[in-house]
């Protein structure tokens, strides 16, 4: 036990969903039953209990998940992101709010009263740098998996030996691409994560985050504050201040209120990174539990007693109450399979594949050039060569390669002085693929199952429920 890590009850992990609300609270839940969107088949969900919003913005698509505080699914849904070009880019920041608002409207509309509170999730290390005057954004973002390698010398010399920030896709280093890149009047600008950004879009409070969108920055969420090293330079002052994940902030914006129909005792919750949500949606309580998060990417999170950090192999560890989630992200994942195959084929294709038997196919399945973990290596080349006949062989080979990369990185994290994993559990889209758990067991020599919960939306969901609870208590 960490003594010092016991100060803030808004950060008391695994969340226990309490069984009862306090009278005081204005907002009074009502009993409502709501028709279905366009084209769906009609429900009749009555709602008499209080209900917590969580909003996932992942790497290909984003989602809600509407909860009660015992933790049931009231409602979900989830939106692509609009394709929305600028000087033949993608505008990512305007795409970013349209599905926001988007999915807010998707909230069937008579539960919306019932909603206590909001968290959002996003992808860590994906950048946005605001004007705080204007607060218009002073360049593109930054996305999660972009290389700032010619800022890495610079962060190297200032930060200690192999700290997490020392990766080229680390949000220090791109802090510090755009400081030293720039001619832009610096002096009003702020720094934000997506998450940052898009709770900013819904309470207003410029410059607040949380402790695990802030660790790749530089934060120590150990001591509880950036570091003398960080602070003595420059461009701190675009550090936002940091919170607790679900921690209230404040009151959602009077405007956004009003336009969707939502309560005034409605509450925005620091949120978290889109991994960590995906890992609190599993349930994983114990040392030695662990989630793989089989999206676009391919992300794992050990619950470690111990810290690790080191930024040679992309690892690093995000607080957890007194105990850590140790791991990292890798390239590879389920963006590479749709490069190559269409959903129906991977479904098609997976269903002729014999688990038990090892496919002698090596790969290293990547979209582009560039490795995080469990090889820290921006010049690593894709490898999805040779490609046999068989289509069947050829999506085997692949998910075997994938399931290699993901058992390097838990025998990397023990090596490290990590807790030894005992369990996986699997969120994402590759969770549902019954053959790829099963290449997943025999690889890693583990029991692998698919989360109860697959959706980082729902980590998110218990942390704005966490936000409440812990508000209600103090």
Not at 157 to 172: E, K, Q
Not at 388 to 400: A, F, N, Q, R, T
């Amino acid at each position: 036990m960490l003594p010092h890590l016991q100060r803030h009850p808004a950060a008391s992990w695994p969340l226990i969903l309490r069984p009862q609300f306090p009278k005081s609270r204005k907002l009074k839940p009502t009993i409502m039953s709501f028709a279905s969107r366009k084209g769906e088949e009609d429900m009749n969900l009555k709602v008499d209990r209080l209900l917590y919003l969580g909003l996932d913005f992942g790497t290909s698509g984003a989602r809600f998940a509407l909860i009660d505080k015992a933790g049931d699914v009231i409602a979900e849904g989830k939106r692509a992101y609009p394709l929305i070009m600028s000087k033949d880019a993608v505008d990512w920041v305007s795409s970013w709010k349209m599905t926001l608002f988007s999915l807010l409207e998707d909230v069937p509309i008579t539960l919306r009263p019932s909603i206590a509170s909001i968290s959002i999730d996003g992808t860590s290390a994906t950048t946005i740098i605001l004007d705080s005057v204007s607060e218009e954004p002073l360049c593109r973002p930054f996305l999660y998996n972009e290389n700032c390698s010619d800022a890495l010398a610079t962060v190297k010399s200032i930060a200690p030996l192999n700290h997490t920030v020392c990766s080229g896709t680390s949000t220090l280093c791109k802090l510090v691409y755009w400081w030293t890149s720039t001619n832009t009047d610096k002096r009003s600008a702020v720094l934000l994560h997506q998450a940052d950004w898009l709770l900013w879009l819904l309470h207003g409070k410029l410059g607040v985050t949380d402790y695990n969108n802030a660790l790749k920055v530089g934060y120590d969420p150990e001591l509880e504050k950036y570091p003398n090293w960080l602070l003595s330079q420059p461009y701190s002052q675009m550090l936002p201040s940091v919170q607790a994940p679900g921690t209230i902030i404040g009151p959602l914006k009077e405007g956004i209120r009003n336009k969707y129909g939502f309560s005034k005792e409605c509450a925005v919750c620091t949120g978290t990174t889109d991994s960590i949500a995906a890992f609190l949606a599993a349930r994983a309580t114990e040392p030695g539990k662990a989630v793989t998060s089989l999206g676009s990417t391919l992300a794992i999170k050990l619950l470690s007693i111990n810290r690790i950090e080191d930024a040679r192999f992309g690892v690093y560890s995000h607080r957890l109450d007194d105990k850590w989630l140790v791991g990292g992200a890798s390239n590879t994942g389920g963006a590479v399979l749709k490069q190559l195959f269409t959903d129906e084929q991977l479904t098609n294709l997976s269903e002729h594949i014999n688990p038990l038997e090892a496919s002698p196919l090596d790969y290293y399945p990547l979209q582009a050039v560039g490795e995080r973990f469990p090889v820290a290596d921006p010049d690593l080349e894709p490898r999805l060569n040779p490609r046999p006949e068989s289509d069947v062989e050829y999506l085997h080979g692949i998910l075997e390669s994938i399931a290699r990369i993901e058992a390097k990185g838990y025998r990397l994290l023990k090596e490290l002085g990590a807790t030894e994993v005992e369990e996986v559990f699997t969120a994402g889209g590759g969770a549902k693929n019954k053959q790829w758990i099963k290449i997943r067991e025999r690889v890693l020599g583990l029991p692998v199952k698919p989360a109860l919960q697959t959706e980082a939306a729902y980590g998110a969901a218990l942390l704005a429920f966490k936000g409440w609870d812990t508000n209600k208590i103090n």
